[in-house]
């Protein structure tokens, strides 16, 4: 392992003039994924700021009706707080649902936003990876894509985004808050994740030196049902080879609104706009469901290794809707 600089940053503005002095930094908090990966070579920083003593462990409603939560706060104090557990049930699902118990007591809630792919060959340095390496050429193109995308790929990356936290976000709708040089700006969550393109090593719309400092929700669905189905090869501590996120509002039998997100499948954390139209004013029904999911796999591009995710992604997308229904129906809220 390459050795780094460290520093422990006692303020906001002070860790990012600290990063936006270096030309290779980084920050931490829970240091999850990061410090495996500077194991891994892959990443290489020469100075480590450590942010995780700074104030952005809160979580609290503001404007009466959108819940902020401070960077700082760990997966399992978010999947674990009263508000989320009320208000925003899938959140609270998809974060249990990754992972593993320890994980989740370090990982941060703004370090799940900056999460890295688990593409095998962007781990691998001795692969070619444009996400790693730009320029460089892609291995999962003609190797083993079984875990790869079938929604938002490029000829440059078809690397799946593995956050489970995420989908439900997408799914909600945020704006991530973040800290930079000249001071702070907000980024719609639907757009802080980016498509691979032409360019798969930028991943979010943040650069070098700004921090993620908080992340603000949409309001609330009310009286809503949720839903959050990963289907994996095992039953626990390993990524979704697709799952899907669903919020239903009911006007009797009748779906008011509806949100729907999948992961697992897409190379960001991927809202189905379509679908949810689709959805919107139906009877709260199989058939209904099923044609939603048509509807969210129709530009599906599937590869040599991972056709079988079309159809599972359509079974997660109408289980969630089922049970999302269901618990709307049991008057969750
Ligand atoms: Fe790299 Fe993306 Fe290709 Fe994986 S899919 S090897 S992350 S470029």
């Known amino acids: 392992?390459?050795?780094?600089?460290?520093?422990?940053?006692?303020?906001?503005?002070?860790?990012?003039?600290?990063?936006?002095?270096?030309?290779?930094?980084?920050?931490?908090a829970g240091g999850t994924l990061l410090l495996d990966l500077v194991k891994l070579d892959v990443m290489r920083p020469q100075q480590v700021t450590d942010i995780s003593a700074l104030p952005m462990k809160e979580?609290?409603?503001?404007?009466?009706?959108?819940?902020?939560?401070?960077?700082?706060?760990?997966?399992?104090?978010?999947?674990?707080?009263?508000d989320v557990r009320q208000h925003y049930p899938?959140?609270?699902?998809?974060?249990?649902?990754?992972?593993?118990?320890?994980?989740?007591?370090?990982?941060?809630t703004g370090g799940n936003l900056m999460q890295r792919t688990r593409c095998p060959y962007f781990r691998d340095v001795a692969a070619a990876c444009n996400k790693r390496e730009p320029g460089s050429g892609c291995d999962a193109m003609q190797g083993i894509n079984r875990m790869h995308a079938v929604l938002g790929g490029s000829e440059h990356c078809i690397a799946v985004h593995p956050s489970d936290m995420c989908v439900a976000l997408a799914a909600?709708?945020?704006?991530?808050?973040?800290?930079?040089?000249?001071?702070?700006?907000?980024?719609?969550f639907g757009n802080f994740?980016?498509?691979?393109?032409?360019?798969?090593?930028?991943?979010?719309?943040?650069?070098?030196?700004?921090?993620?400092?908080?992340?603000?929700?949409?309001?609330p669905l009310a009286p809503q049902g949720a839903a959050y189905v990963?289907?994996?090869?095992?039953?626990?501590?390993?990524?979704?080879?697709?799952?899907?996120?669903?919020?239903?509002?009911?006007?009797?039998?009748?779906?008011?609104?509806?949100?729907?997100?999948?992961?697992g499948v897409a190379t960001k954390p991927w809202r189905c706009a379509e679908a949810e139209e689709i959805l919107r004013g139906q009877p709260a029904e199989t058939a209904t469901f099923e044609r939603a999911a048509e509807a969210a796999l129709a530009d599906a591009q599937p590869l040599e290794h991972n056709a079988f995710k079309v159809p599972l992604a359509r079974?997660?997308?109408?289980?969630?809707?089922?049970d999302a229904t269901r618990d709307a129906k049991e008057g969750h809220a």
């Open 315 to 322: 079974q997660a997308i109408v289980r969630a809707l089922r």
């Open 90 to 108: 899938l959140l609270s699902q998809a974060i249990l649902n990754g992972a593993s118990t320890q994980i989740r007591n370090m990982a941060s």
């Open 59 to 82: 979580v609290a409603f503001v404007d009466d009706d959108r819940l902020r939560i401070g960077a700082l706060v760990t997966n399992t104090d978010l999947a674990h707080h009263p």
């Open 172 to 188: 909600i709708g945020a704006t991530v808050t973040l800290q930079g040089p000249d001071g702070t700006r907000d980024v719609d």
């Open 230 to 263: 990963k289907l994996r090869d095992r039953a626990s501590y390993e990524f979704a080879l697709a799952a899907a996120g669903a919020m239903i509002s009911l006007d009797g039998d009748m779906i008011g609104e509806a949100r729907l997100a999948l992961g």
């Open 193 to 219: 994740h980016r498509l691979p393109g032409e360019t798969p090593h930028q991943e979010q719309d943040i650069t070098d030196d700004e921090l993620i400092v908080a992340l603000t929700l949409a309001p």
């Open 1 to 28: 392992m390459r050795t780094f600089a460290y520093a422990r940053a006692d303020s906001v503005e002070r860790a990012v003039d600290a990063q936006h002095a270096q030309q290779a930094g980084a920050f931490v």
